[in-house]
């Protein structure tokens, strides 16, 4: 009898292990992929003219991260770090530092950790990705003596990322987040309940971290990055996400201190604003952008 328990025990914390990887793991797009899905919503000719060199930035731990810099004919000292979203790459920064460099930003894009040429890891959905942004905010002050103006900018995860990165209170005038969400817990029980299956599935999850990567879902939680940080953010959220809900963006605009601003664009899924609207979503950053560096200067 106590075999059969054992075994048992051991069974279920083998699915919670397989249900975390499964989780943290996921197919990763490669470039030719991405850059595909770009070039076929609007004109990425710009990539190639202002790419202006590719570097490495060790993030938390000493993990490397292939990093970018897309430079702006204007020369001010604006910087923007750009996150993409997870199974991406840097490619899919590029729909938003096309207006970035319009608006006389260079533009620091970045492979998130086991994503794009990184060496292959595990996602914790803004825990570790967050330090990562905060080395990599660190790395552009020291890098580029020009700089006068950061900011950081990032997409589903790369919002999350984006959030998290608050926490460690990095030196940057602004932050904007799109499409991001509070928690990730929140986004798997909807998913669940969607595809119909039980609710405990995520729970076991939850153990499989903890277990396998020594992480729970409560280090997931963009949103508690919001209660100290008075660094102005802007949130914006396609009306139309079923993938990660707009009430996400409100949850974490009603946390934050400090300015902040939150635009829902009509007729916007996931992760697609700066296509489906693209001079609303320039108008946007520009008014946004403006209006805080008025308020720094």
Same mark, same amino acid.
């Given at each position: 009898?106590? $075999?059969?328990?054992?075994?048992?025990?051991?069974?279920?914390?083998?699915?919670?292990v397989?249900?975390?990887?499964?989780?943290?793991?996921?197919?990763?797009?490669?470039?030719?992929?991405?850059m595909e899905?770009?070039?076929?919503?609007?004109d990425?000719?710009?990539?190639?003219?202002?790419?202006?060199?590719?570097?490495?930035?060790?993030?938390?731990?000493?993990?490397?991260l292939?990093?970018?810099?897309?430079?702006?004919?204007?020369?001010?000292?604006?910087?923007?770090?750009?996150?993409?979203?997870?199974?991406?790459?840097r490619?899919? #920064?590029?729909?938003?530092?096309?207006?970035?460099?319009?608006?006389?930003?260079?533009?620091?894009?970045?492979d998130?950790?086991g994503?794009?040429?990184n060496?292959?890891t595990?996602?914790t $959905?803004g @825990?570790?990705?967050?330090?990562?942004?905060?080395?990599?905010?660190?790395?552009?002050?020291?890098?580029?003596?020009?700089?006068?103006t950061l900011?950081?900018?990032?997409e589903?995860?790369?919002?999350a990322?984006?959030?998290m990165c608050?926490?460690?209170r990095?030196?940057v005038?602004?932050?904007? #987040?799109?499409?991001?969400?509070?928690d990730?817990?929140?986004?798997?029980?909807?998913?669940?309940? $969607?595809?119909?299956? /039980?609710?405990?599935?995520?729970?076991?999850q939850?153990?499989?971290?903890?277990?396998r990567?020594?992480?729970?879902?409560k @280090?997931?939680? /963009?949103?508690?990055?919001?209660?100290?940080?008075?660094? /102005?953010?802007m949130?914006?959220?396609?009306?139309? @996400?079923?993938?990660?809900?707009p009430?996400?963006?409100? @949850?974490?605009?009603?946390?934050?201190k400090?300015?902040?601003?939150?635009?829902?664009?009509?007729g916007? #899924?996931?992760?697609?604003?700066?296509?489906?609207?693209p001079e609303?979503?320039?108008?946007l950053?520009?008014?946004?952008?403006?209006?805080?560096?008025t308020?720094?200067?």
């Open positions: 009898m106590l $075999y059969a328990l054992i075994a048992i025990a051991a069974l279920f914390l083998g699915i919670c397989f249900l975390a990887s499964f989780l943290t793991n996921g197919r990763r797009q490669t470039f030719e992929e991405s899905w770009q070039k076929e919503r609007y990425t000719s710009f990539y190639t003219s202002s790419l202006s060199g590719d570097y490495l930035v060790e993030g938390d731990g000493g993990y490397r292939n990093v970018q810099l897309l430079r702006t004919w204007k020369n001010d000292g604006r910087y923007v770090i750009i996150t993409h979203g997870i199974t991406d790459n490619f899919g #920064a590029l729909k938003y530092a096309r207006f970035y460099l319009d608006l006389g930003f260079n533009c620091v894009i970045y998130l950790r994503h794009g040429a060496e292959k595990y996602t $959905y @825990d570790k990705e967050g330090r990562d942004l905060a080395k990599i905010v660190e790395d552009t002050r020291k890098r580029y003596p020009d700089l006068k900011g950081i900018h990032g589903s995860l790369g919002a990322t984006t959030i608050l926490k460690y990095p030196e005038d602004f932050a904007v #987040a799109d499409c991001g969400y509070s990730i817990e929140n986004v798997l029980r909807k998913g669940v309940r $969607y595809m119909k299956l /039980p609710g405990f599935l995520v729970d076991m939850n153990i499989g971290l903890m277990i990567y020594r992480c729970s879902f @280090d997931m939680r /963009p949103i508690d990055a919001l209660t100290d940080s008075t660094v /102005p953010v949130f914006i959220h396609g009306e139309d @996400d079923e993938l990660i809900t009430s996400n963006s409100q @949850d974490m605009f009603d946390a934050a400090g300015y902040k601003e939150i635009h829902f664009i009509k916007a #899924a996931h992760a697609v604003s700066a296509v489906v609207a609303e979503y320039l108008q950053l520009e008014s946004f952008t403006e209006r805080v560096l308020e720094k200067d």
